[in-house]
């Protein structure tokens, strides 16, 4: 999520990848090319996925392809 304080505006920025870590780089990377004033945008998104997917995937949420 990108938001602009002033602006009001709010984008939802997605990446894709081969792995986890390389969707992220891609979500990071567009959000760069996004210019609004005083933007700002959380840092951690996805690093709860590297300390929790193997519970998604013992809890039946995920499975291996």
């Given amino acids: 999520m990108v938001r602009g304080r002033d602006v009001g505006v709010m984008l939802v920025v997605c ?3 081969q792995t986890m870590r390389q969707a ?8 760069r090319n996004i ?17 929790d997917h193997d519970k998604l995937h013992t809890w039946g ?5």
Avoid: K
């Fill in 15 to 17: 990446g894709v990848g």
């Fill in 24 to 31: 992220q780089a891609q979500a990071y990377s567009r959000i």
């Fill in 35 to 51: 210019m609004i004033p005083d933007m700002y945008y959380r840092d951690d998104i996805g690093e709860r996925w590297f300390e």
């Fill in 61 to 65: 949420y995920l499975r291996e392809v």
